[in-house]
DNA sequence: ATTCTGTATGCGAACGTTCGCATAAAGTCC
DNA sequence: GGACTTTATGCGAACGTTCGCATACAGAAT
């Protein structure tokens, strides 16, 4: 209500027309000194902003990027949401850009209705997409209609859009390895089931590091099920009924919830964690530190992905072409606590750190 | 790049003038069977939609509503922020509005910037604000600028911005109420400092609920701090530590974590949580039913929130009055587990749930 | 003096809508 | 059958920018 500032009155107070005034705002054009002056004065003293509509309406750019994602189950929490929808906020503001986020539709026809949508009214001019799995209509969609899109995670063709991951493979590798160290020889996984992606590729890291130290993988080693808390505690049961000799020493899953079930198995069969079996998980998801013993878990560079991604794609939206790399796979890091190598004081001390009051 | 279709195609193919097509489009006037029945034909068959930049320079509005929150310190997940956000981006869908995300920044003087320019930009509508402190000066902007905007959580004066907010108190009460059930009558609880009006609001319920079945509260039974793991692990250590006859048998945190590690001191003290004391949280974050023994927490409603506080907000915006009622406090539930109740079975079973793959 | 280059600014049009008012045609009344 | 209401559609203007081209004026070169 309190009526908007345009542009004609800047330039009537700096006595050029509001062409100029825009010219100049917007540094298309060189003036003199002294108009530059009168001009930006005037700006300030009337307290000119831009009316975002106008120029977009204009200029066929909405400065807006989209993002969706899969909602996580109610029993779980998305351990890494808040952290990389703030990084890309951030990243975002730096170059004058914003965020519109919009629901996940598991209904196809719905969710692909959105994307259209978002597209046909120009509210948007890119998006992130996270959600990949092998067959992604959506990734179809836009890559199609040649919309600009970068990706959290990628697909088997490393050339059909832009995207940063996480070396799922390496991180497991180096969980693997670093049981190894520890003197274990054979190593459990609680894997996804064959059909997921990202859990094919994490296990690739867990053969080859056995396969380089030379421990020759049993097929009953690994455990596949939906990456719940009761499978990691059934799969687990089953683990350590296998004879001895063959049984595991040591159990790498790919996430923290079943990390989190197998420990629970593994106390409530009278055994210790980190001591009688090593345990690994991944994400890190910050309850891991608070388990008892702590979790020793692989975690992903979270606000260095959602940053890059978000600087990738308006590199792309600003110049036209991606700033390479077009395509990166970023290391995680192992963060090692007790449930690997037990039990060090007897005190837990995990820092001072904030409440979560709201 | 695929050339936008305008009203003046749709017009032309209709063989209207484009500014009918816009009236019926939008619902703005009655014209007859026929011509309605060839303009849908013609937006059909041209695969029009209405450009959103040309709509809301126009009409000045923007049909986005901005959200932003404090970002949770590294070590603690938000357990309600993708149930939360969830729920809104699917009401505001539901009225053609969309939600603008970004950051938080605890600089005041940015995080004004970023709300003054989102308003004098024209990019959104409303706001929808959770960061309620004591003295919230981007409430005070807002308020003193007549800008829409809805908060989850109120501030003291009721009538200054509409709002819904959980009950704490009542969680509360409902939680020593459960352990007076249970048969307890020394009950401590784990609070927030007390300049948290969140906390304090919460502590009422504590006390009232004392009061009416007759216990005098002890001051001793009330330990403060920052809501961290260690707060709770140490205050814990320190109630324990009271002499016989006044100990406490039962302990209410102020939130989940503090509650974590209120169970593991208790562990670590010989004791057992849920036979020997009783431990109740608050938030129930999805790792709560997954702790040893399963944590009783309070439930907030939070998606049924995020549902009102969007329909409320665009009931406001549409219509230019807020619906009934402005201002909303909603009960929360308690979730019992056995870290009151004591274990009932020996197998955990925690239902077949979904996977977090991405 | 005349033309030439260059810099500083202005002008008109366009972006794709919405909105109020004007107008034409049809129906109602006495 | 003319005046009067009603219904269906058209028209012009406006929302606040950006952008390409035109133009004015200086000073340098011919």
Redesign the pocket.
């Known amino acids: 209500m309190p009526k908007?500032i345009?542009?004609?009155e800047v330039a009537a107070r700096a006595?050029?027309?509001?062409?100029?005034v825009?010219?100049v705002?917007?540094q298309?054009?060189?003036?003199?000194e002294?108009?530059?002056q009168r001009i930006w004065d005037a700006v300030r003293e009337l307290n000119?902003t831009?009316?975002y509509t106008?120029?977009s309406?204009?200029?066929h750019r909405s400065m807006t990027i989209g993002y969706s994602w899969r909602p996580s189950p109610p029993d779980q929490t998305n351990p890494i949401l808040d952290e990389f929808l703030q990084s890309m906020f951030r990243a975002a503001e730096n170059h004058g850009y914003y965020l519109l986020c919009f629901p996940y539709h598991d209904e196809l026809q719905k969710q692909l209705a959105i994307y259209r949508e978002l597209i046909n009214t120009g509210r948007v001019d890119a998006f992130v997409i996270s959600t990949l799995n092998y067959n992604e209509p959506c990734v179809s969609y836009l890559v199609e209609h040649k919309f600009p899109f970068v990706g959290f995670g990628h697909l088997d063709d490393p050339d059909s859009f832009p995207y940063i991951d996480v070396d799922g493979a390496l991180g497991l590798q180096m969980a693997v390895e670093h049981l190894l160290d520890l003197g274990h020889r054979r190593i459990a996984a609680l894997a996804w089931p064959s059909d997921s992606r990202v859990g094919n590729n994490r296990m690739d890291g867990y053969f080859l590091a056995l396969d380089k130290a030379g421990i020759k993988a049993r097929p009953e080693w690994v455990e596949r099920g939906e990456g719940t808390f009761d499978v990691g505690f059934t799969s687990t049961l089953k683990l350590l009924a296998i004879a001895d000799g063959l049984r595991p020493t040591a159990i790498v899953a790919m996430n923290d919830l079943m990390a989190f079930g197998a420990m629970t198995a593994i106390q409530q069969s009278g055994l210790r964690p980190g001591k009688d079996i090593g345990v690994i998980g991944f994400d890190d998801s910050p309850t891991a530190r608070y388990m008892d013993p702590p979790l020793t878990s692989i975690r992903q560079p979270i606000s260095t992905i959602g940053k890059n991604l978000m600087e990738r794609l308006i590199g792309y939206l600003d110049t036209g072409t991606y700033p390479d790399p077009r395509c990166e796979l970023v290391a995680p890091e192992l963060v090692i606590r007790e449930s690997t190598i037990g039990k060090k004081t007897s005190q837990p001390i995990h820092g001072k750190e904030d409440a979560d009051r709201r």
Chains 1, 2 share one sequence.
């Open positions: 908007r345009t542009l004609k006595s050029v027309s509001y062409q100029t825009s010219k705002i917007s298309k054009v060189h003036v003199s002294a108009t530059e000119y831009p009316s106008a120029r309406l204009r200029s």
